[in-house]
């Protein structure tokens, strides 16, 4: 029986990789998420939006399985947090921030970037890869642009270059799902417009995992992101299909400011440009 207030409970749906309910994350006195609900589908591409502190990298910390909830229920490729191994399920998980690329030793080969990722490690030491796995890291580096710098050091790298090997290397153990940090940070104009380009073909592919990606720019949403999850303060300002919640009035409310937004057609999907209402 259900008491006044109560909400029943519902199990995710079977085919949801990410699936909070009312999720809550404290640290002291401060509130990161506040009963959060959110799904993601297989076949989803996800962008999350809000300003800064909003809770986006809190967020993705929960979806990695790096952090449980203080309340509330979170399911990862259908495994509940708190009940399940992290340490199983995160292999399955694939996960691109500033953290991990910090972490990656100046002098390692770009292709040993990737390849170690086989292994869960960073840094090359005396693991041996197959042909398999030296022909997949290749392709990778291929599909992102950058294949021509398999031999080159980690630390000799543009910080666009970079990025594109750690998408790479995020791809490299087929995630059932890719979480991306604010990819697109840092780049200069050219090396934006070619990473949401790639990101665009990527959310194309059928046999892409799902996607979740974090930003703050409307302009770095790639066409063909199905799903919208704007955030503000740790709650949902508004989530659901990308035309529906990519909207002046939802962002003005996100970014407490009003905005105006501009979107262009374009035949891989929309692109979004949005600046203050004068
Ligand atoms: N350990 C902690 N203790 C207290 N507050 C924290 C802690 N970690 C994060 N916060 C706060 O929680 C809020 C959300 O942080 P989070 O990093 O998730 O935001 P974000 O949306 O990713 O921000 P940004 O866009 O600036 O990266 C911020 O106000 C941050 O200061």
Do not use: C
């Not at 207030?5 to 998420?33: F, N, Q, W």
């Not at 501009?262 to 891989?268: G, I, L, N, S």
Request: no cysteine; net charge negative; charged share 25%.
């Amino acid at each position: 029986m259900l008491l006044d207030g109560d909400v029943p409970e519902h199990d995710p749906s079977p085919d949801a990789v990410i699936a909070l309910d009312r999720v809550t994350i404290r640290r002291g006195d401060s509130v990161l998420l506040d009963a959060l609900s959110w799904q993601v589908e297989l076949d989803e591409r996800w962008v999350v939006l809000g300003p800064n502190g909003a809770g986006k990298t809190t967020l993705l910390q929960v979806a990695a399985a790096q952090m449980h909830p203080s309340s509330g229920r979170a399911y990862v490729l259908g495994e509940r947090l708190g009940a399940v191994d992290v340490f199983e399920l995160r292999p399955r998980i694939g996960l691109t921030t500033s953290q991990v690329s910090g972490r990656v030793p100046a002098s390692e080969r770009v292709l040993d970037v990737v390849l170690t990722a086989a292994w869960g490690v960073v840094g090359r030491f005396t693991e041996t890869y197959d042909e398999m796995d030296v022909t997949r890291a290749r392709e990778l580096l291929e599909a992102f642009g950058v294949g021509q710098l398999a031999h080159r050091t980690y630390g000799t790298l543009s910080e666009g270059e970079r990025k594109r090997v750690q998408i790479a290397r995020s791809l490299m153990t087929d995630p059932e799902m890719l979480l991306l940090d604010e990819p697109a940070a840092g780049l200069d104009l050219g090396g934006r417009e070619d990473l949401v380009r790639r990101l665009s073909q990527l959310a194309a592919d059928p046999d892409a995992p799902a996607l979740v990606l974090v930003t703050h720019h409307v302009e770095e949403i790639p066409p063909g992101f199905t799903h919208a999850l704007l955030l503000a303060d740790g709650q949902a300002v508004a989530a659901g299909l990308t035309p529906d919640v990519i909207t002046a009035d939802n962002l003005s409310k996100t970014f407490g400011m009003p905005l105006t937004l501009d979107r262009q057609v374009t035949p891989a999907g929309d692109r979004y440009t949005a600046r203050a209402a004068s």
